[in-house]
């Protein structure tokens, strides 16, 4: 009988990379040492469908780098499990794609964190952006089922509604949007990380283009760091159904993070330090799950327990007992610890109620490994004091690129502003 408490993983089956991207919470670039053999990545395949998992998403680095990258995604799909893969899309040919459906890879995910300029400036490589979109018309081409994902930051957060526009056009069926964070070689450049209070301008906006995006047919899924009970939260979550809002971190419950050397987290985001239960190579699968500390943290949700680890703002909200602190990777590498998020919707409403606004500062930097995070303060203060003359970069309601397409609609850009005046 199988063991089904996880369903879902995400395989990093290579560190290599093409691109160099400044939020890179993996440090991708070159093979991790002692990556897994094509022997060994073949059992886990065979592991991963004996405790229960469906489907597996492969990742990188970027995956196809690696040599035998469609025997492990046949092998997968072989076992009756989905495979799915997220890619930065640099050259993926037709051939390529082709290959992937005949592999059985069934939907892929293609990275797109701006208009060009942006996106090239982000991913470290000029001509990236062009060929996220070369890849989606080859996938298109091949019959393979795509979406987006896009990280949301004071780069690419002025850019949102046209770059819903571009992928929309683009034949998108789905775009998941994240929030950057300081991992990895975010942390090193987190001047370009959202603060705090600026969600109270940027909700609105992806409310806006949510909407939109509902109308039309593209389905948002937003990522674990998105939302949290503020007033679209319902519309974010579930396209405005009552019952789907969230309901605390997943990591061990229902996903599965492996990285390319064997090691096993509860979700992929996770840094490597403080929450691998162990390495393939040491224990089965099984055992790491049903055993390790590191992935069952999130067991006692529901209970006393559940709420134990909360601090801060997080442990006196309403919401303690359903969302548990919100997204455990966000939380820990702001502060080195999980239990006080400060990427939330509902939390910067409050305070902005209260005359307060939140802002973090860098206090200790980052190793330089993969999966690694520094330590930020945390920093309250009235919601009129001058802020530092030496932010490079903002963001605000002010700085959104509307076109001209969105000027139709009755909900004006100026609504948006006022709605936080």
Request: proline residues 4%.
């Amino acid at each position: 009988m199988s063991y089904r408490r996880i369903s879902y993983a995400v395989w990093e089956i290579t560190l290599k990379c093409n691109l160099a991207c400044q939020h890179c919470g993996s440090r991708a670039g070159h093979t991790r040492t002692k990556e897994l053999s094509t022997e060994e990545a073949l059992d886990l395949v065979k592991q991963m469908a004996e405790v229960g998992i469906t489907e597996v998403t492969l990742i990188g680095g970027e995956a196809f780098l690696r040599p035998d990258w469609l025997e492990i995604a046949s092998a997968i799909t072989q076992t009756g499990m989905l495979c799915g893969m997220t890619t930065g899309g640099y050259g993926i040919t037709l051939d390529t794609a082709r290959k992937m459906k005949e592999a059985g890879i069934k939907v892929v995910s293609v990275s797109v964190d701006g208009l060009e300029a942006t996106h090239d400036r982000l991913r470290g490589r000029k001509g990236s952006w062009e060929w996220a979109f070369k890849t989606m018309s080859h996938l298109k081409e091949a019959g393979i089922i795509f979406g987006c994902n896009t990280q949301i930051n004071r780069l690419s957060a002025p850019e949102f509604p046209q770059i819903y526009e571009l992928l929309r056009d683009a034949g998108i069926f789905a775009w998941q949007i994240q929030l950057t964070v300081p991992m990895g070689n975010a942390a090193d450049n987190n001047e370009i990380l959202l603060q705090p209070y600026e969600l109270l301008d940027l909700y609105p906006m992806i409310a806006r283009v949510a909407k939109r995006a509902n109308r039309e047919g593209v389905r948002i899924q937003p990522g674990n760091n998105i939302g949290y009970y503020g007033p679209y939260e319902r519309l974010l979550r579930g396209q405005g159904d009552a019952w789907t809002f969230w309901q605390g971190c997943s990591a061990g419950l229902s996903t599965l993070g492996i990285e390319a050397d064997g090691a096993i987290k509860g979700c992929p985001s996770l840094p490597t330090s403080a929450y691998t239960g162990g390495n393939i190579r040491n224990y089965s699968l099984r055992t790491i799950i049903e055993e390790t500390e590191e992935l069952r943290f999130n067991l006692g949700a529901g209970t006393p327990k559940g709420t134990e680890h909360l601090w801060g703002f997080c442990k006196t909200c309403e919401f303690a007992e359903l969302c548990r602190g919100g997204c455990s990777w966000t939380a820990h590498v702001f502060f080195d610890k999980r239990g006080n998020n400060p990427y939330c919707h509902h939390r910067a409403l409050t305070q902005s109620k209260n005359n307060l606004r939140e802002r973090v500062v860098l206090k200790r930097q980052a190793d330089g490994k993969p999966f690694d995070n520094g330590e930020f303060a945390l920093i309250e203060e009235s919601i009129n004091a001058p802020l530092p003359a030496n932010y490079p970069l903002r963001f605000d309601a002010n700085s959104i690129q509307w076109s001209e397409s969105w000027e139709d609609e009755a909900e004006l850009k100026t609504s948006l502003i006022s709605a936080n005046s």
